[in-house]
């Protein structure tokens, strides 16, 4: 779809992995589009204008959506976005943030210090993180950590029930029970509910979740499973202490849900933030 574009590999870590892509770009903004996306054609077909714009159009960082091919989600998770190399170069986030500084373990969306990363509400892409049962299983282990937290902080059980955001608390439970319909689906419902289970009902250390080589020692203590018993158990154990619903779709279910979800389907324009839609709704 795009030839001149440049390829950023075997860089060790999220904030380092933008920066190297930032590094490699002959322009102050870029497109960075990770490897498990596959990007629709009509994107390249849009423009970003920012003709009577202020400045924080201009010095943003924008994410749109992507449909995520496991479980039908949309949301920036995986999406195509766009960077400023001045931005990135100056960003601390994942394995780079700054000590005691913990908004930003996971996301980079969950940035305290400024408000020029955006969220977007079209979607341009589907991402595929179900290579493998490992990837599939990472995928749905960080959502399910992920979704928990409260800007980047562990909260108590009690606290969980309280704060977590609607729009997190939706997403968690379709990470938990929907995608056995695709393959390695069941390994990424399993890596949600263990994520989910173990921040929330163990001393993990949540942090961890920032380093992806922490991921390999987790999958050899936990991928030998049998993934099918473990959603099981870790099912009972959320439903009982946190009081998310376990209902695990199966294959015509989990397709039929998909088909039928709606949210957010119908693009507005590349320009368009998640909150201005809102703003608009609560206007209508």
Known sequence: MVPWAKRVDNVKG???????????????????????????????????DFTNKDSNFKLAQFRWKAINA????????????????????NMKTHEAQDEGDITRIADFCLDSKDSLY???????????PNHTPFQAWRAGFREGVKMCLDRGSKPSVDDFKVTVASRNLNNLKIWHNIGIDVENGIWAIYGARLG????LLTDWDHTKVQWF?????????????NPENEIIWLGKILSEKLGLPSCTFDPEQSKFFKHQYTADKFNIGPLVTEMEVIRRIEKW
């Open 118 to 128: 955006w969220s977007m509400h079209d979607c341009y892409s589907t991402t595929y």
């Open 14 to 48: 999220s904030d380092a992995a933008h920066k190297a892509a930032a590094e490699a770009s002959d322009t102050e903004r870029f497109i960075l589009i990770d490897g498990d996306n596959m990007p629709d054609e009509s994107f390249f077909n849009q423009q970003l």
């Open 196 to 199: 989910t289970y173990m921040v």
């Open 70 to 89: 496991i479980n039908g989600l949309r949301y920036g998770n995986g999406g195509i976005s766009s960077w400023t190399k001045t931005y990135v170069a």
């Open 213 to 225: 080589d922490n991921y390999i020692d987790l999958w050899k203590e936990h991928g030998n499973k």
